[in-house]
């Protein structure tokens, strides 16, 4: 059981990520015309519920969606599913930085916590790994606040996020590029938790054919941007066409979600 300072720790870690903390301004979405102004003014309850764009907080998903990874993880580890922890596109790495900082807190040595993204931002070249099938629903050529969240997040900058909450050490490891060339080879043998936050058709497709064969029966999936992105919600089930399992999919305010039956 989790005990009262452990809880602390998470929740603070999750108020830190977010930015709660000094209440950063957020970026303005590319679609919002209502003012030529780069930034808006921090709301919390857009902060909580991943309706802003932050400019200096480490990850955009809010903290209702850090909730759903706090209790999956949890779960996870009291049923004794083996396997790591990975997020497939990281932008500033504060969601992967709160899954070893539940590992910490939950003392537990025997998992890795993978982050994997160009660190480049988006594909866009199908060299890059897209093809017709990306951006179907996203610009490929964003406004100027667009690409200031699209244009990605140094290997570098993620590394040095890490060391700022002392959470940089052997139980982290990076896989930096894109998701075509890195995930099929990726030294990975088991999955408790496959979390994808790839936005397009190809990342969420690449992703899941190298990856969900190895989830563990009873790991979870999460689908950041089901319900953001056409073109993912169509990897997903594109993806699940070709297997013989029939999972019961759930959507939520945080992102949709399963779990692996076997």
Request: contains cysteine; negative net charge; proline residues 5%.
């Amino acid at each position: 059981m989790t005990d009262r300072v452990a809880l602390r720790y998470i929740d603070l870690l999750k108020r830190c990520v977010t930015n709660l903390i000094y209440e950063d301004p957020g970026i303005r979405y590319p679609w919002d015309h209502s003012s030529t102004q780069m930034y808006v003014p921090f709301e919390r309850q857009r902060r909580v519920e991943a309706r802003d764009w932050p400019s200096q907080a480490h990850t955009m998903i809010g903290v209702r969606r850090l909730d759903q990874v706090e209790r999956f993880v949890t779960e996870l580890v009291a049923d004794g599913v083996p396997g790591d922890l990975i997020e497939t596109g990281v932008w500033r790495g504060g969601s992967v930085i709160f899954m070893r900082g539940l590992l910490e807190a939950l003392q537990v040595r025997d998992r890795v916590v993978w982050a994997a993204d160009s660190f480049q931002g988006f594909p866009t070249t199908p060299e890059q790994g897209v093809t017709e099938r990306s951006w179907t629903s996203m610009s490929a050529e964003p406004e100027p606040q667009g690409e200031a969240v699209m244009t990605g997040i140094s290997l570098d900058d993620v590394r040095g996020n890490f060391e700022r909450y002392g959470l940089l050490d052997e139980q982290v490891r990076f896989l930096p590029g894109w998701f075509h060339h890195t995930l099929p080879g990726a030294p990975i043998e088991r999955l408790a938790l496959l979390r994808l936050d790839g936005d397009l058709y190809d990342s969420t497709r690449d992703a899941l054919e190298a990856l969900y064969p190895k989830v563990s029966p009873g790991g979870y999936v999460i689908v950041d941007d089901y319900d953001f992105t056409e073109e993912c919600r169509a990897a997903v089930h594109d993806y699940l066409a070709t297997t013989d399992e029939a999972v019961t999919l759930v959507t939520d305010a945080e992102a949709a979600y399963w779990r692996k039956e076997r």
